[in-house]
Protein backbone atom coordinates (compact mmCIF):
# COMPACT_ATOMS: atom_id res chain seq x y z
CA UNK A 1 0.00 0.00 0.00
CA UNK A 2 1.48 3.65 -0.79
CA UNK A 3 1.82 5.95 2.10
CA UNK A 4 2.55 9.55 2.39
CA UNK A 5 4.41 11.47 5.12
CA UNK A 6 4.46 15.22 6.09
CA UNK A 7 7.08 15.46 8.31
CA UNK A 8 6.45 18.96 9.45
CA UNK A 9 3.31 19.16 11.10
CA UNK A 10 3.38 23.03 11.62
CA UNK A 11 5.50 25.55 9.54
CA UNK A 12 5.86 29.44 9.44
CA UNK A 13 6.48 31.82 6.75
CA UNK A 14 6.98 35.80 7.18
CA UNK A 15 4.46 37.89 4.17
CA UNK A 16 6.71 38.16 1.24
CA UNK A 17 9.09 35.17 1.97
CA UNK A 18 9.22 31.46 0.28
CA UNK A 19 8.51 28.94 2.67
CA UNK A 20 9.37 25.16 1.20
CA UNK A 21 6.69 21.93 2.56
CA UNK A 22 7.80 18.77 2.53
CA UNK A 23 6.03 15.71 1.51
CA UNK A 24 7.76 12.08 1.06
CA UNK A 25 5.75 8.96 -0.30
CA UNK A 26 6.62 5.00 -0.85
CA UNK A 27 4.94 3.49 -3.66
CA UNK A 28 6.30 0.57 -5.91
CA UNK A 29 4.52 2.05 -8.59
CA UNK A 30 6.02 4.07 -11.75
CA UNK A 31 2.64 5.63 -12.69
CA UNK A 32 1.24 7.86 -10.53
CA UNK A 33 0.39 11.29 -9.49
CA UNK A 34 0.52 13.73 -6.76
CA UNK A 35 -1.13 16.87 -5.38
CA UNK A 36 -1.11 19.42 -2.93
CA UNK A 37 -4.47 20.75 -1.40
CA UNK A 38 -5.21 23.76 0.64
CA UNK A 39 -7.39 23.30 3.42
CA UNK A 40 -8.16 27.20 4.87
CA UNK A 41 -9.99 27.60 8.21
CA UNK A 42 -13.22 27.68 5.82
CA UNK A 43 -12.53 23.81 5.57
CA UNK A 44 -12.75 24.12 1.61
CA UNK A 45 -10.55 21.53 0.48
CA UNK A 46 -8.72 23.46 -2.69
CA UNK A 47 -6.44 21.79 -5.39
CA UNK A 48 -3.30 24.02 -5.52
CA UNK A 49 -1.30 22.07 -7.79
CA UNK A 50 -0.82 18.67 -9.69
CA UNK A 51 2.38 17.02 -10.78
CA UNK A 52 2.16 13.98 -13.40
CA UNK A 53 5.13 11.38 -12.55
CA UNK A 54 5.95 10.72 -15.96
CA UNK A 55 6.51 14.44 -16.11
CA UNK A 56 9.94 15.35 -15.59
CA UNK A 57 8.97 18.80 -15.68
CA UNK A 58 8.35 20.17 -12.05
CA UNK A 59 4.67 21.60 -12.10
CA UNK A 60 4.31 25.38 -11.89
CA UNK A 61 1.09 27.49 -10.59
CA UNK A 62 1.69 31.19 -10.25
CA UNK A 63 3.44 31.81 -6.93
CA UNK A 64 3.26 27.71 -6.00
CA UNK A 65 5.79 25.27 -7.15
CA UNK A 66 6.71 21.82 -6.83
CA UNK A 67 10.07 20.42 -6.21
CA UNK A 68 9.44 16.46 -7.58
CA UNK A 69 12.37 14.11 -7.22
CA UNK A 70 11.02 10.70 -8.30
CA UNK A 71 13.81 8.67 -7.54
CA UNK A 72 13.65 10.27 -4.05
CA UNK A 73 9.96 9.91 -3.97
CA UNK A 74 10.03 13.52 -2.73
CA UNK A 75 7.40 16.12 -3.87
CA UNK A 76 7.75 19.32 -1.66
CA UNK A 77 5.70 22.60 -2.63
CA UNK A 78 7.62 25.80 -2.23
CA UNK A 79 5.04 29.11 -2.04
CA UNK A 80 6.98 32.26 -2.94
CA UNK A 81 6.24 36.01 -2.01
CA UNK A 82 4.08 34.74 0.76
CA UNK A 83 0.34 35.60 1.67
CA UNK A 84 -1.46 35.76 4.15
CA UNK A 85 -4.66 34.12 2.77
CA UNK A 86 -1.68 31.62 2.30
CA UNK A 87 -2.53 30.54 5.53
CA UNK A 88 -3.66 26.96 5.90
CA UNK A 89 -3.15 23.32 6.43
CA UNK A 90 -1.60 21.71 3.34
CA UNK A 91 -1.79 18.46 2.63
CA UNK A 92 -0.02 16.17 -0.10
CA UNK A 93 -1.53 13.49 -1.74
CA UNK A 94 -1.08 10.31 -3.50
CA UNK A 95 -3.14 8.65 -6.51
CA UNK A 96 -2.26 5.88 -8.37
CA UNK A 97 -2.03 6.06 -12.37
CA UNK A 98 -4.43 2.98 -12.80
CA UNK A 99 -6.43 4.17 -10.02
CA UNK A 100 -9.18 7.02 -8.54
CA UNK A 101 -8.69 7.09 -4.91
CA UNK A 102 -6.05 9.37 -2.82
CA UNK A 103 -3.72 8.73 -0.18
CA UNK A 104 -3.37 12.07 2.02
CA UNK A 105 -0.50 13.14 4.46
CA UNK A 106 -1.09 14.00 7.89
CA UNK A 107 -0.88 17.77 6.62
CA UNK A 108 1.21 20.74 7.76
CA UNK A 109 0.43 24.07 9.36
CA UNK A 110 1.15 27.21 7.41
CA UNK A 111 1.11 30.32 9.50
CA UNK A 112 2.33 33.53 7.77
CA UNK A 113 3.20 36.51 9.65
CA UNK A 114 3.04 39.78 8.92
CA UNK B 1 -17.38 25.36 -7.01
CA UNK B 2 -17.81 21.74 -8.81
CA UNK B 3 -21.60 21.46 -7.31
CA UNK B 4 -21.29 19.15 -4.54
CA UNK B 5 -23.17 20.00 -1.19
CA UNK B 6 -23.43 17.52 1.94
CA UNK B 7 -25.87 17.31 4.60
CA UNK B 8 -26.51 17.81 7.44
CA UNK B 9 -23.12 20.17 7.54
CA UNK B 10 -23.28 19.88 11.71
CA UNK B 11 -24.87 16.85 14.08
CA UNK B 12 -24.42 16.07 17.38
CA UNK B 13 -26.13 12.36 18.56
CA UNK B 14 -25.60 9.49 20.73
CA UNK B 15 -24.02 6.36 21.22
CA UNK B 16 -25.40 3.66 19.36
CA UNK B 17 -27.92 5.54 17.22
CA UNK B 18 -27.38 5.27 13.87
CA UNK B 19 -26.66 8.57 11.42
CA UNK B 20 -27.11 9.24 7.83
CA UNK B 21 -24.88 11.69 6.04
CA UNK B 22 -25.89 12.67 2.55
CA UNK B 23 -23.53 13.76 -0.40
CA UNK B 24 -25.50 15.87 -3.61
CA UNK B 25 -23.32 16.26 -6.87
CA UNK B 26 -24.99 17.91 -9.35
CA UNK B 27 -21.73 17.29 -11.82
CA UNK B 28 -22.71 13.94 -13.67
CA UNK B 29 -19.18 12.71 -11.96
CA UNK B 30 -18.76 8.71 -11.80
CA UNK B 31 -16.98 8.46 -8.99
CA UNK B 32 -17.68 9.54 -5.43
CA UNK B 33 -15.73 8.96 -2.27
CA UNK B 34 -16.45 9.36 1.55
CA UNK B 35 -13.38 10.12 3.65
CA UNK B 36 -12.81 11.29 7.20
CA UNK B 37 -10.41 13.84 8.82
CA UNK B 38 -8.53 13.61 11.93
CA UNK B 39 -5.99 15.41 13.58
CA UNK B 40 -2.50 13.62 12.78
CA UNK B 41 -3.88 11.49 9.92
CA UNK B 42 -5.26 14.07 7.23
CA UNK B 43 -8.01 12.24 5.59
CA UNK B 44 -8.73 8.85 5.08
CA UNK B 45 -10.62 6.53 2.78
CA UNK B 46 -14.05 5.41 4.06
CA UNK B 47 -15.89 4.12 0.79
CA UNK B 48 -16.53 4.95 -2.53
CA UNK B 49 -17.96 4.86 -5.49
CA UNK B 50 -17.65 3.66 -8.86
CA UNK B 51 -20.94 4.24 -10.33
CA UNK B 52 -24.68 3.81 -9.45
CA UNK B 53 -25.16 0.24 -6.84
CA UNK B 54 -21.13 -0.10 -7.31
CA UNK B 55 -19.32 0.50 -3.89
CA UNK B 56 -15.90 -0.15 -2.49
CA UNK B 57 -14.43 -0.15 0.78
CA UNK B 58 -11.46 2.03 1.92
CA UNK B 59 -8.69 1.75 4.58
CA UNK B 60 -10.83 3.02 7.25
CA UNK B 61 -14.50 1.40 6.35
CA UNK B 62 -15.87 -0.53 9.70
CA UNK B 63 -18.68 0.48 10.98
CA UNK B 64 -19.40 2.18 8.09
CA UNK B 65 -21.92 1.46 4.86
CA UNK B 66 -23.09 3.76 2.02
CA UNK B 67 -25.55 3.33 -1.23
CA UNK B 68 -25.43 4.98 -4.41
CA UNK B 69 -28.89 4.59 -5.80
CA UNK B 70 -28.94 7.53 -7.96
CA UNK B 71 -25.56 9.38 -9.69
CA UNK B 72 -25.83 12.16 -7.75
CA UNK B 73 -26.26 10.88 -4.17
CA UNK B 74 -23.90 8.99 -1.87
CA UNK B 75 -24.50 8.36 1.38
CA UNK B 76 -22.97 7.17 4.25
CA UNK B 77 -24.55 5.22 7.60
CA UNK B 78 -23.09 4.63 10.41
CA UNK B 79 -25.19 2.18 11.81
CA UNK B 80 -24.44 2.54 15.38
CA UNK B 81 -22.09 5.90 15.92
CA UNK B 82 -19.53 5.18 18.84
CA UNK B 83 -17.10 8.06 19.79
CA UNK B 84 -14.17 7.32 17.73
CA UNK B 85 -16.26 7.85 14.81
CA UNK B 86 -16.45 11.91 15.70
CA UNK B 87 -14.62 13.50 12.99
CA UNK B 88 -15.09 15.64 10.27
CA UNK B 89 -16.63 13.70 7.06
CA UNK B 90 -16.09 14.91 3.22
CA UNK B 91 -17.59 14.08 0.52
CA UNK B 92 -15.62 14.07 -2.79
CA UNK B 93 -16.38 13.55 -6.75
CA UNK B 94 -14.13 12.66 -9.41
CA UNK B 95 -14.01 11.14 -13.08
CA UNK B 96 -16.62 13.23 -14.63
CA UNK B 97 -19.35 11.57 -16.73
CA UNK B 98 -16.65 9.43 -18.61
CA UNK B 99 -14.59 8.53 -15.46
CA UNK B 100 -11.45 9.70 -16.94
CA UNK B 101 -11.00 13.44 -15.26
CA UNK B 102 -7.76 13.44 -12.69
CA UNK B 103 -9.28 15.81 -10.10
CA UNK B 104 -11.35 15.01 -7.04
CA UNK B 105 -13.51 17.66 -6.50
CA UNK B 106 -14.57 18.02 -2.17
CA UNK B 107 -17.98 19.22 -0.98
CA UNK B 108 -18.01 21.56 2.46
CA UNK B 109 -17.83 18.82 4.86
CA UNK B 110 -20.17 17.72 7.84
CA UNK B 111 -18.55 17.68 11.56
CA UNK B 112 -20.09 14.82 13.17
CA UNK B 113 -19.97 14.81 17.78
CA UNK B 114 -21.06 11.51 19.25
CA UNK B 115 -21.70 11.93 22.41
Known amino acids: AQTVTQSQPEMSVQEAETVTLSCTYDTSESDYYLFWYKQPPSRQMILVIRQEAYKQQNATENRFSVNFQKAAKSFSLKISDSQLGDAAMYFC???????????FGAGTILRVKS | DAGITQSPRHKVTETGTPVTLRCHQTENHRYMYWYRQDPGHGLRLIHY???????DKGEVSDGYSVSRSKTEDFLLTLESATSSQTSVYFC??????????????FGPGTRLTVL
Open chain 2, 92 to 105: AISGGPSGRGLEQF
Open chain 1, 93 to 103: AYRSAGGNKLV
Open chain 2, 49 to 55: SYGVKDT
